[in-house]
């Protein structure tokens, strides 16, 4: 329809017997994540891991 999607937000689903779903998605030259768990089952490392490896991979494209 011509027009800009101003926001997107991915929210996995959890699949039965898995605490923890992880979407990824891009859009306009931006990479956005969605986790989807049960808080005390998770612990925040993943969602660090995911931000540490992004930022890994930007560096490492500029670079080359």
Avoid: C, N, Q, W
Avoid at 1 to 30: C, F, N, Q
Avoid at 36 to 50: E, S
């Amino acid at each position: 329809m011509g027009r800009k999607l101003e926001r997107i937000l991915p929210i996995p689903p959890t699949a039965p017997g898995h605490d923890t779903g992880v979407a990824v998605l891009s859009y306009d030259d931006a990479v956005v994540f969605g986790i989807t768990t049960d808080y005390d089952a998770t612990p925040a490392v993943l969602a660090a891991g995911i931000e540490s490896g992004m930022a890994r991979l930007v560096a490492l494209g500029r670079d080359s």
